[in-house]
């Protein structure tokens, strides 16, 4: 049996996007002959952390999760900062040399989007001879905000200083490593465009897969505090998940085919509802809306509802699973590969995706039969025209939101947790040959 640590400083019970891959590949792992240890950061450590006890019924009991403690965050928000890594980084650090002095592993997995994490692969092979995989759930170096003009999370100033550093450690991690995984097919030719004679082939491009067992925890599951008002004679759709500046294009779209079918039907005002739930990271009170100013703007805010703040992980996959009809608004960057349509594909639910035209989104919806996918590859007023009446006649008029999907299992099979985790133990296999 061979041994592998997963380096995942946000783990169950923290609900959060990045430990998903961790997670789900658990109960898979031992099957394909790799033992797994997780490195984590404490749970009370996780600033604004939305903790979901039932994550932790996910992944084999007898799984070890090391937890580390950094800095609280009440003691360095009053100086400005709050940063996970900087607070727990360098405990993370030491623990995770601590295990590896101590005890054999094979390999080293970084699954995070703590990047900065990363750049204890190179240490860690030179120290200790462990080769290691990274997990590129988003770009490191990321000029997305830079090209559009975009004000970027945390603000300019402290996002040029992460932008910075990253291209500091971005080179002797990325070079260095056994392998690396993504979820986005287009990361590794950017790394290869960044990083002259790397090849791109290095990077294997997996999605995130979801867990068709999810589904039934949540069909058992009922929130504490339910913000979709299920059963009371109205048609609910329903959105989960990050929303943001680059998700204008998709919300505009949506809201004006919404604006306009109510203008031909308005009895339809009071009967339908959107409901975006969990569409900021930041921790309360820091959250923004997203949904709620492109609505306005629109003219549908009160058909519109917005729960930025994050909540459980089986709070949303419920109200994924008891929607009457689910959306999905893509970035207008085609490399973003939102890890949810998994779990909106695995609930069977109508579905309408507006995305941009080469989002994996958009081809994954389109592959399950699903007529209501809608692709834009710019904002002009022409091609906004023509998406949106196609939007209103097709989902609203012709009611695609009562027409569940065709479910292609076959098509779907490499997405679920046992096809995801198939595919990086066979990276895992490889990167383990490079051991020294």
């Not at 082939?201 to 058992?220: E, K, M």
Request: glycine residues 6%; aromatic residues 10%; positive net charge.
């Amino acid at each position: 049996m061979r041994r592998i640590l997963i380096v995942s400083p946000h783990f169950p019970p923290v609900n959060a996007p990045d430990m998903q891959r961790a997670r789900i590949a658990l109960p898979e792992l031992r099957r394909h002959g790799w033992d797994a240890v997780v490195l984590a950061v404490a749970p009370d450590c996780v600033e604004g952390a939305v903790l979901d006890p039932l994550l932790e019924q996910t992944y084999p009991p007898e799984i070890r999760v090391v937890r580390t403690r950094g800095l609280s965050p009440r003691l360095t928000r009053p100086l400005g900062f709050g940063s996970l890594w900087l607070r727990c980084g360098s405990a993370l650090r030491r623990a995770g040399e601590q295990l590896l002095a101590r005890e054999k592993f094979d390999l080293v997995f970084f699954t995070t989007t703590q990047f900065d994490a990363f750049a204890l692969g190179p240490r860690w092979l030179r120290r200790f001879g462990v080769p290691y995989v990274l997990d590129y759930q988003d770009p490191w170096v990321n000029d997305y905000y830079r090209l559009r003009g975009v004000r970027p999370p945390g603000g300019r100033i402290r996002y040029w200083l992460s932008q910075y550093t990253a291209r500091r450690r971005e080179p002797a991690a990325v070079l260095q490593a056994a392998a690396i995984v993504s979820v986005s097919s287009a990361y590794g030719p950017d790394l290869a465009a960044r990083y002259p004679g790397m090849d791109a082939h290095r990077v294997r491009h997996i999605p995130f897969g979801a867990s068709p067992a999810d589904l039934d925890v949540a069909r058992r599951h009922r929130p504490e505090r339910p913000l979709v008002p299920f059963g009371d004679g109205r048609v609910h759709f329903v959105y989960t998940g990050r929303c943001g500046a680059d998700m204008a294009v998709s919300l505009r779209l949506l809201f004006r085919a919404l604006k306009r079918h109510l203008e031909r039907v308005p009895s339809d005002s009071d009967r339908m509802r959107f409901h975006f739930i969990g569409t900021d990271y930041a921790p309360p009170p820091l959250g923004r809306q997203w949904a709620m100013p492109v609505a306005e703007q629109e003219g549908v805010a009160a058909c519109v509802s917005e729960h930025c703040q994050r909540v459980p992980y089986f709070d949303a996959l419920h109200y994924l699973d008891r929607a009457d009809a689910l959306v999905v608004v893509g970035s207008d960057d085609p490399s973003y590969s939102a890890s949810k349509i998994f779990p909106y594909l695995l609930a069977r639910r109508p579905l309408l995706t507006i995305a941009h035209r080469n989002s994996l989104m958009l081809t994954l919806a389109r592959s399950q039969g699903l007529a209501c996918s809608y692709g834009f590859d710019r904002a002009d007023d022409a091609a906004t025209e023509e998406l949106v009446e196609a939007i209103r006649r097709d989902w609203f008029e012709q009611e695609g939101w009562r027409r569940p999907p065709v479910t292609d299992t076959e098509a779907l099979a490499a997405h679920t947790a046992e096809g995801m985790t198939a595919r990086l133990v066979e990276v895992f296999n490889q990167a383990a040959a490079h051991r020294k």
